[in-house]
């Protein structure tokens, strides 16, 4: 069968530009609806996200508040740790008084009794100064004497916080006070003073040569 087309050419091409227009129209009504939807999910994204920034940033600033109210204590910390290397400083020439009595009263023979012990870091001065009673054993054949002083000298001598031990006096048959706790009579008993420097701690050179060195004390 052959189809004849009757219709002039410029309604054929209108009706053809038409059918074109609805395509293009409808086309551009997708394109459309896909850019609202993309639009309104990048909005909704960007929203979001705001969102959690201004979370974050709330938590931030909660933080650095917190952090804030702690910087007291880490001030604190930086003086006590300013006082500590001072005192370092200040303590580092001193001798150790305490620990130099006990060790003495550790190695003294039991028949020695000491009355006075002074302790002095003066240049001029003997760095330890030991005075008591001892008793000689009257049963010694020949009776020598001071025994109980020579073993007081020869174990203050192994201290190693005591240095250059000298005997400054030793006298037999002395009279004993009354109410003493010393067990003995006036044959066989020995007073005696000893002198003696002591050991230095060494000075700490790595800290500020500023900080003023400890006043000069004498132990009692």
């Not at 006590?80 to 200040?90: H, S």
């Amino acid at each position: 069968m052959v189809r004849i087309n009757l219709l002039p050419p410029e309604i054929t091409e209108k009706r053809v530009f038409e059918e074109r227009i609805k395509l293009v129209l409808f086309a551009g009504a997708v394109v459309a609806f896909v850019l609202v939807i993309l639009y309104l999910f990048l909005a909704w994204s960007v929203g979001s996200k705001n969102d959690v920034l201004q979370q974050n940033r709330e938590v931030a600033t909660q933080v650095r508040n917190q952090a804030q109210a702690y910087e007291v204590f880490q001030d604190k910390v930086d003086e006590l740790q300013a006082r500590q290397t001072v005192a370092n400083v200040a303590l580092a020439g001193r001798v150790d008084w305490g620990r130099i009595t006990n060790e003495v009263s550790l190695v003294l023979p039991s028949d020695v009794w000491l009355t006075r012990i002074a302790g002095s870091e003066l240049e001029d001065e003997p760095g330890l100064e030991i005075s008591g009673y001892a008793l000689d054993s009257l049963t010694d054949v020949p009776d020598v004497g001071h025994k109980a002083v020579a073993k007081t000298l020869v174990r203050l001598a192994e201290l190693e916080l005591l240095t250059d031990v000298w005997l400054t006096g030793s006298t037999k048959g002395v009279y004993v006070p009354e109410g003493s706790t010393i067990i003995g009579g006036t044959d066989n008993t020995i007073a005696f003073t000893i002198n003696t420097e002591v050991v230095k701690p060494a000075a700490d050179t790595t800290q500020s040569a500023s900080v003023p060195a400890p006043p000069d004390q004498t132990a009692p």
